[in-house]
């Protein structure tokens, strides 16, 4: 289930579960947004990105959802392996030049065995 | 896409002093910035190294604190000036170009004591 850690909300799941990880975004006017996963020691990885103009995007094992009316996104992980185990950022931008990308405060997933 | 180098990857430095972190891309590229990253927190952005011109701070950063270099299209450095416990953070340096995702170094990790 979902919790709020000391400092990030943490999403638990078993080996082989899909996983679904939310963010609400702040600014209406942002056109562009784009996931990352954090894991321990290294820095941000690049997962999936989506434009506006665009509800769904799917990459490998990954899709991203962007509802414009509620200013939501929402990052689907299928048969979430232990390897998934990171936290997750949303960050949203006003274009896809990403002068400003504004990053969200993370989720931490876990993925047991 | 770009490979980012980050150095050094962590340093513990004495309050008052100064440090410069050096970040180098594989390839060209337009626009880099600088973040920081609180432990446990999301990402904030510090600055946009402008290759040829005076970074662009955000609100909050000032250049007398954070000077910034970028002599080209391929590097660029970040230095934590006068420095306080208040500093010791997660400095990270990205890179990327108008539509494509932006992408990350490793991160420097700094302790000030």
């Known amino acids: 289930g979902e919790s709020v850690g000391l400092h990030l909300p943490t999403l638990s799941v078993q080996e082989g579960d899909n996983s679904i990880i939310n963010c609400a975004y702040s600014?209406?006017?942002?056109?562009?947004f784009i996931w990352y996963k954090q894991e321990s020691g290294k820095g941000p990885q690049f997962i999936i990105d989506i434009r506006s103009n665009m509800d769904k995007r799917q990459g490998q094992r990954v899709t991203v959802l962007l509802n414009k009316t509620v200013k939501h996104l929402s990052l689907q992980i299928a048969a979430t392996q232990p390897g998934d185990s990171a936290v997750y950022f949303c960050a949203e931008g006003p274009n896809s030049g990403y002068s400003t990308l504004t990053f969200g405060k993370g989720t931490m997933l876990l993925v047991s065995p | 896409s770009a490979v980012i180098s980050q150095k050094p990857s962590r340093d513990i430095c004495q309050r008052g002093t100064s440090l410069t972190i050096q970040c180098q891309v594989d390839s060209q590229v337009t626009m880099m910035f600088w973040y920081r990253q609180q432990p446990g927190q999301s990402l904030t952005l510090i600055a946009t190294?402008?290759?040829?011109?005076?970074?662009?701070?955000e609100s909050g950063f000032v250049i007398d604190k954070f000077p910034i270099s970028r002599p080209n299209l391929t590097f660029s450095t970040l230095t934590v000036s006068n420095m306080s416990p208040e500093d010791s953070s997660i400095y990270l340096c990205?890179?990327?170009?108008?539509?494509?995702?932006?992408?990350f170094g490793n991160g420097t990790r700094l302790t000030v004591t």
């Open positions: 990205s890179a990327g170009e108008s539509g494509s995702p932006l992408h």
């Open positions: 600014n209406s006017a942002s056109d562009y």
């Open positions: 190294a402008n290759q040829g011109s005076e970074a662009t701070y």
